[in-house]
């Protein structure tokens, strides 16, 4: 294990504009929170936040009585987070580039000041106001990375309707499940995605998910200009509704526990579920990490390379930097075009301050050599993010040296769909860091392990990775399914909240993510479920059983194993695994996919029917030797079968 401490950039110390410069400083901000939660908060938040009636309560409920009610935070309190997104800073920053965007082609910029933002969503709300859209609503917006994405995500904000953005890569089944799941009657879309030169279909998409459902109203931006099908009546151009819309609108008032948005996010059983994130406390939690974690001054030009599409979309290009008055970049693009410097040049062209990506492109880029990082200069370039997986010493040492020249801080941040924003990571200007560990929490994130015999592990040691306290960020509940909230996050070390990660701790204190603990597995950052990839492969006829496990993936974190059972008579060939293939990639989407399928004679199962997932993944990272007690299996010469016709997957690291 790395345990080597880099020391805060000199630079980015003494630079920093921000009165929190020592870890001394940042421990008694932690103890401050500690001793007086709704104090600290109440003062943060009304600090931060635009509020029309600010609040006067800090934290309700408990993690103790969760079952009955929801925890709430500032529940007194009244705003519209658009009007600290936005009408605030008309006055100081209504100049300032809040948007900048990159288009698919590099020579494709948009600069979009507040009040040009401020502008198109007061339009856009006008807009969507006239199709219907109310106070609770929801609406589903199905988009690519443009700017028109984030004004849908606004202008449905300052309705007070909630939006609920499903990621371009989804398939129609996954759109459709969301739209029903929610009750969406408004979906926003764009005739055509662009990635690498590649078109994507997302308005045929919508087409195909809303068949049969009561969905009142297709908004379509005009994107490619592809040919799309039309539903009249139902469809309606997005320019055609926006552009006559007036640019005045009064924001509609909101509680702090309204509902802003719902994000749907896989699970170790059954559908993914939608997690609900209020206004408030959301906002509130957003802002504090993206100013502090990020070191934010107010010349950054700042920029978060994932999609709307997933929670580090949502918190950190949107809400926690607009809540900032931040620059804050709206890539289109991939990091591998044109070719694998694309990143780089993009620092040099808009001399980006501050870079937040995830482990796997780093590893991907790093692979594709030096020269396409060297080509760029980045000495505009001070602190550089990571989050979504565990990030390998070999790639954050490669971020830290060759990207950021030994200049930079590296801010490796774990936080989840569920936590809102960032819970453990270093402060940029305050925090030594070391190689591969998220280091130390964020005040009201009061982290603690678990061993196997469910007790607490004091000191160095390792264990399932739980929190004591409600922080304001928490996802409030699961979209009508409370109790499958109370039970998957709640059930687990009652009355915690259990992460789902393994963890570490070191004699420093400082923490080490080790990855899902659940049967959730993480590809290239995107988070999914074994269960979904088994129903999808059990749908094909010929299938009659499957089991699916993670492995280690040099390049993605984790690849993808599945163990499959074909039905009698029936025989594995190309075409039956190309109906594999196709099965996920309808059921789930195209990022979605099997890395290496295995015909076993059964599963290893134990007496009551239980796959004994452990072997299976035991298997699949090439470490057979030593499986742990086998002796509750069902027929033990299956295991046997399963480690002769082991395979070696691609990439196994
Ligand atoms: O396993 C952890 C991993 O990503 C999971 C959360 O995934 P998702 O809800 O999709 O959110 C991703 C973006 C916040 C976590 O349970 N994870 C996230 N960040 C890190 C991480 N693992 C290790 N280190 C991180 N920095």
Redesign the pocket.
Known sequence: MHDDIFPVPEGTRQRSPNPLTTLDAWRAMRADAQHDPDAFWLAETRRRIAWRTPPTLGLEGSFRDIGEQPVAWFADGTLNVTESCLDRHLATRGDKVAILWEGDEPDQVRRITYAELHAMVCKAANALSDLGVRKGHRVIIYMGMVPEAVVAMLATARLGAVHSVVFGGFSSDSLRDRVIDCGARVVITMDEGLRGGRKIPLKATVDHACLGLDVQHVVVLRHTRGPVGWVEGRDVDWHQIVQPASAEHRAVECAAEDPLFILY?SGSTGKPKGLVHTCGGYLTWVSFTHQHVFDLREDDVYACVADIG???GHSYIVYGPLANGATTLVFESTPLYPDAGRYWDMVERHKLTIFYTAPTALRTLAAAGDAFVERSNRSSLRVLG??????NPGAWIWYHGVVGEGRCSIV???????TGGICIAPLAAVTPQKPGS?TLPMPSIEPFLVDARGDRVRGPGSGLLCLEWPWPGIARTVWGDHERYVSTYFGQVPPYYF???GCRRDEDGYFW?T??VDDVI?VS?H?MGTAEFESALVSVDAIAESAVVGYPHTMKGQGVYAYVVVQPGVAWTAELERAAHDSIRTSIGAHARVDCFQLVPGLPKTRSGKVMRRILRKVAEGDPSNLGDLSTLADPSVVDAIIDGALTPPNRG
């Open positions: 996010t997933w929670i580090t990571t989050v979504g997986e565990p990030i490796d941040t774990w936080w989840q769909t569920e998220a992460t789902g990660d993510i990855g899902r993480n950052g988070r």
